[in-house]
């Protein structure tokens, strides 16, 4: 490991795929197609949810904050990793790695608790029909989405905060593509397990107690649609819930693999494709996602196409 002379160093180099360096083309051109199409669907998702008059309902008002989540999360990341893994200096400045901590913690642990709010917006809607206005109106599902947003930069302030405070002993090495709280925490030197046992607990807040609360709604959606009489609106519940879950396994699926273990116990290249998947992959799929499975979505994005091109 390369030593300098102060605990922290003015940069860090990030060792990424050096060891597999025929794997750095391939994930550099797989980077530069999926982030403008992560941009794309999720700028496209949030401007018909705003403009299209049928999308004017909470569940639209959550997927929206979403497509924003989403093209933030991936924006903390992609662009370095774009960097580095197109030049032969493979570096992050100490204060870089610092704003990248932040805002990609942020960025995950909000993203934890808005899914978890989805799934009860589709509880409600789905289980309770004659009280859903009355229960998710503007006022609660603006207070709900402001608690999420504070739930994330609480968990990321301080858990970020905690993890910069261990001595580097001079390390400047980086066995990642990103600046990540699990890996920074393993390579740090002295002692180290309260930080281990404290990111432990607050994920479990973080992910294990929301998506018990998404099964549990699932679990509860399930039974209800079951006993619906009409074929079409079972067929539309599974088709909107579907498109919900799909996402909750693509985010907390990596996620709980990454977090939930003792950052000692992390093997070498675990945090490296966990990134890509929930920084990069979930972020590019989700628009599609949402958009394939929904016929109102569809139907407002083929309304908005067709409005640029006129306007043209």
């Not at 605990?7 to 750095?24: A, K, Q, R, V």
């Not at 639209?60 to 924006?75: E, G, H, P």
């Not at 599974?238 to 000692?264: D, E, K, N, W």
Request: with cysteine; hydrophobic share 50%.
């Amino acid at each position: 490991m390369a030593l300098i002379n102060q605990s922290y160093p003015e940069e860090f180099i990030l060792l990424g795929f050096t060891d597999l360096p025929w794997l750095e083309l391939p994930i550099f051109i797989v980077l530069l197609i999926t982030y403008p199409m992560a941009m794309i669907g999720n700028i496209a998702i949030i401007l018909v949810s705003k403009f299209d008059p049928r999308l004017q309902s909470p569940m639209y008002f959550f997927l929206t904050n979403l497509s924003f989540l989403d093209m933030c999360y991936t924006t903390s990341i992609v662009p370095q990793m774009l960097f580095n893994l197109g030049s032969s200096k493979k570096t992050i400045s100490y204060m870089g790695c610092a704003v990248q901590l932040y805002f990609f913690h942020i960025m995950g642990g909000t993203e934890c608790l808005l899914l978890a709010i989805m799934s009860f917006d589709r509880y409600v809607a789905i289980c309770r029909p004659l009280h859903y206005t009355l229960i998710m109106n503007q006022r609660i599902c603006i207070l709900l989405v402001s608690i999420v947003w504070l739930g994330g930069i609480t968990y990321a302030v301080s858990e970020a905060t905690v993890t910069l405070q261990l001595p580097l002993c001079g390390v400047n090495k980086l066995d990642h593509l990103v600046c990540e709280i699990p890996v920074l925490i393993k390579t740090a030197c002295g002692e180290k397990k309260v930080n281990e046992l404290t990111l432990s607990v607050v994920c479990i807040f973080l992910l294990a107690i929301p998506l018990c609360l998404i099964l549990a709604s699932y679990a509860s959606i399930g039974h209800a649609v079951l006993k619906m009489k009409s074929s079409e609106g079972r067929k539309k519940a599974f088709g909107t819930c579907s498109s919900h879950l799909t996402v909750v396994f693509l985010f907390y699926a990596p996620a709980i693999s990454m977090y939930l273990q003792p950052p000692s116990s992390i093997t070498r290249d675990q945090p490296k494709f966990m990134a890509l998947f929930y920084g990069v992959v979930t972020p590019t799929a989700n628009p599609f996602i949402y958009t394939l499975r929904n016929k109102d979505v569809k139907g407002a994005l083929g309304n908005l196409v067709r409005n640029i091109l006129s306007s043209k």
